[in-house]
Each structure stands twice: as structure tokens, then as C-alpha cells.
């Protein structure tokens, strides 16, 4: 008879620090800023755009804005809105962590320790979204909650911590065999 391996029920992690998260971020802030420059830059050329201020006024000087105009922006917002999803959703599923995390070797976890899948990471990146506003206040709330997580993360039920401690073993199941006598 075999009996079952002692698990904790809740694991003691030692959580990332608020200053490395925010390096982490800073990080992030600066790829995907310059990724979506690079994009912008490349749709108004691409599409020409002339923006002399002459163009928005008709001849009784009111304010003209039209879906010419408008269709770039809107288009820049979901290719930003999409590529945002994607760059945070796909590098925490895939590898644990977004680049900002993966360089200072942070990995983003379930609160059980174990790697998130992509429901959880995309539910976790737009949950971003919250913590920018007002003024990064959701960012801020990992100084004082008990396991340095932003908002985002109490929403997505994530923690954020050292890569060694990611627990990567599988629990097999144990099967118990009758012997024959």
C-alpha cells in the first residue's frame, strides 16, 4: 500500500520586491512603447495623412473632424489594445513572465505557485488596465498588500515572484494496486 506524499495546503513564497516589479514595468513601459511608436509612425505614413490645421475648419470656420481622420486612430487603438493583449497575455503563458519580469527573474504565478495559463493571463492583462487608472494607483497597491500584488493581480488571483521558487513538478497521482495471493 502506498500512501500519498504530505502537501502544504497554502505554500509560503517569498514574494517580489515592489521596487524589482516596478523596474519590471519600466521595462515593459519602454518595449511596448517603442513598439507602438514604430507602428504609429508606420501607419500615418503609410496612409499619408496631411494634418494642416486649415483641413479640420469648413468656410464658416467650425470644426470638421471626419471618418478619414478619424479611421487611423481608431485603427492605431485596437492594434495597440490587440498588441498589449497579446504581448502580456502570450509571454506570461508562455514563458512565465514578460520580458520586464524575465530579464530581472520574475516569473507571475497562480497563488499556488504553478505557471498560468492563457484564460488567467488575459484575464491578468486586462486587468491592467485598471491599475493605470487613476495615476497607476493599481500599480501602487503592491507596497502595501501582504504579498506585494498590484490590483491586477488580486483580480486575476496571481502573485508575482522569484523564478526559483515556480513550482514546475507535476503531482501524480498515486494508484493503489491489489496484490493477488
Not at 74 to 83: A, E, K, N, S
Request: proline share 5%; hydrophobic share 50%.
Amino acid at each position: 500500500m502506498q500512501t500519498k506524499p504530505s502537501i502544504p495546503e497554502a505554500p509560503v513564497f517569498k514574494y517580489a520586491h515592489f521596487m524589482l516589479r516596478m523596474a519590471a514595468f519600466i521595462v515593459d513601459v519602454f518595449l511596448l512603447g517603442s513598439v507602438f511608436k514604430l507602428l504609429s509612425w508606420l501607419l500615418f505614413v503609410s496612409l499619408s495623412i496631411n494634418l494642416r490645421i486649415e483641413d479640420f475648419f469648413s468656410d464658416d470656420n467650425e470644426m470638421i473632424v471626419t471618418p478619414f481622420i478619424a479611421t487611423p486612430f481608431i485603427t492605431l487603438f485596437t492594434v495597440q489594445l490587440v498588441g498589449f493583449w497579446l504581448y502580456y497575455a502570450l509571454t506570461e503563458t508562455l514563458f512565465g513572465g514578460s520580458p520586464g519580469k524575465l530579464l530581472l527573474h520574475l516569473r507571475v504565478t497562480g497563488l499556488d505557485g504553478r505557471r498560468i495559463g492563457f484564460k488567467k493571463a488575459t484575464g491578468h492583462a486586462f486587468a491592467r488596465i485598471l491599475s493605470f487608472v487613476p495615476f497607476l494607483t493599481g500599480y501602487l497597491m503592491a507596497v502595501f498588500t501582504e504579498k506585494t500584488q498590484a490590483l491586477h493581480d488580486l483580480f486575476a488571483g496571481c502573485i508575482v515572484i522569484p523564478a526559483r521558487q515556480v513550482i514546475t513538478t507535476k503531482i501524480e497521482p498515486v494508484v493503489e494496486v491489489e496484490e493477488q495471493v
